[in-house]
């Protein structure tokens, strides 16, 4: 079974950084599509980024510049690197992993950005 295990949450001051990582097992990483999302309380869950088998990036519009995906496939992992960070990033962070048309989901993990 596929299992995603977000970590590196937590609180940060604006215009800090954060790092997000994800492992992923139980399926072939190398050959999956990999993303992060966020929710904020109130508001649908949005993409941050995406990155395919092929290392092609994808990123909301409103954080290029800011924020980068990358992928480790030797250890079957996905990080958020997050720069200049505001209020309004914060939110529960996601890990999404698509292989061969299903699609699987971390449980979250929560970013707090303060004033």
């Known amino acids: 079974q596929v299992q995603l295990v977000e970590s590196g949450g937590g609180l940060v001051q604006a215009g800090g950084s954060l790092r997000l990582s994800c492992a ?3 399926t072939f990483f190398s050959l999956a599509t990999m993303g992060w999302y966020r929710q904020a ?3 649908q869950r949005e993409l941050v980024a995406d990155i395919s088998s092929a290392e092609v990036t994808n990123y909301a519009d409103s954080l290029k510049g800011r924020f980068t995906i990358s992928r480790d496939n030797a250890k079957n ?13 914060t939110a529960v962070y996601y890990c999404n992993l698509r292989q061969v048309g299903l699609e699987f989901w971390g449980k979250g993990i929560l970013v707090t950005v303060s004033l």
């Open 24 to 26: 992923a097992s139980g």
């Open 41 to 43: 309380p109130g508001k």
């Open 77 to 89: 992992m996905v990080d958020l690197q997050m720069n200049a960070l505001k209020p309004e990033d």
